[in-house]
């Protein structure tokens, strides 16, 4: 099983960027998928952006697109999400995740593996 700890997040103001970091130790990371999903208070959890063993492959929610980045460094264990233009809607707990397929899913249900989470908040 792959262990994931999540780092980065913090308060930020409205505009403003920040670079959540996600480090995997355990099963082989880089065979495995990794996504990036939130929570906000009262809400569902939600998909964020995904990202395929490689890094050739990924999938962004409408909501973030052109705003957040996800890459990932296969030698390092890690994934990252970079979030820029930052909004007050935004504000949520970000956690990782990995799946044992590869792929770039999207689906809360692909993912066996989840971190602890990292808040964000946004201010406006």
């Known amino acids: 099983q792959v262990q994931l700890v999540e780092s980065g997040g913090g308060l930020v103001q409205a505009g403003g960027s920040l670079r959540l970091s996600c480090a995997a130790s355990?099963?082989?990371?880089?065979?495995?998928?990794m996504g990036w999903f939130r929570q906000a208070p009262g809400k569902a959890r939600e998909f964020v952006a995904a990202i395929g063993w490689s890094g050739c492959a990924t999938n962004y929610a409408d909501s973030v697109k052109g705003r957040f980045t996800i890459s990932r460094d296969n030698a390092k264990n890690t994934v990252y999400l970079q979030m820029n233009s930052l909004k007050p809607e935004d504000t949520a707990v970000y956690y990782c995740a990995a799946d044992s397929v590869g792929t770039a899913r999207m689906r809360i249900s692909d993912y066996n593996a989840w971190g602890q989470g990292t808040q964000v908040t946004v201010s406006s």
């Open positions: 355990g099963r082989s990371f880089s065979t495995s998928g």
